[in-house]
């Protein structure tokens, strides 16, 4: 039995190490590259190659972009008064997939954990509470993960502003858009319950 050649082996294989892809999937996607090669892969290989030269964490808000400040803190249309704090850069993009937020963000890099020893140090914490006691920051909207740690981190970023004059909130929780009761957990169903309002 004989399989790719070794080169051709050892790109599926670093293929079948990023998420959401496997052995098989990271195959299919190689083949399909190579029957593609032109009109695929090789813009592929160019556009990692410049990705992979020039992707760095924005020094201001942590996203990830090509330049020392990240497209969103460099845009001047956007509010300053809104800082959005998300867990991670991938949160970030979800949030701008919405297209519902149009201030600031700040990444914190992780969340707090006892267990791993991720302490506020290692998540721009500090950094977050300099932007927010040296800008025009009216409010901070905690969009944390509604994991133990996630909240645990938003109690205590919460805590660090106090004082700062910024308003601290946090993204409701509740019942998702097309979710059915008898789906969700009770942890969701009682979160939805005391955010209820008016109708
Ligand atoms: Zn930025």
Redesign the pocket.
Known sequence: MTGPDAEIEALIALMARLPGLGPRSARRAVLQMIKRRGALMEPLAEALQKVAATARE?V????I?TGD??A??ADERRANGQICVVEDVADLWAMERAGVFAGR?HVLGGVLSALDQIGPEELRIPQLADRVRTGQVTEVILALNATVDGQTTAHYIAETLEGSGATVTSLARGVPIGGELDYLDDGTISAALRARRAF
Not at 60 to 63: E, M
């Open positions: 924005c201001s808000c942590g996203n972009g400040s990240c969103i803190c963000y």
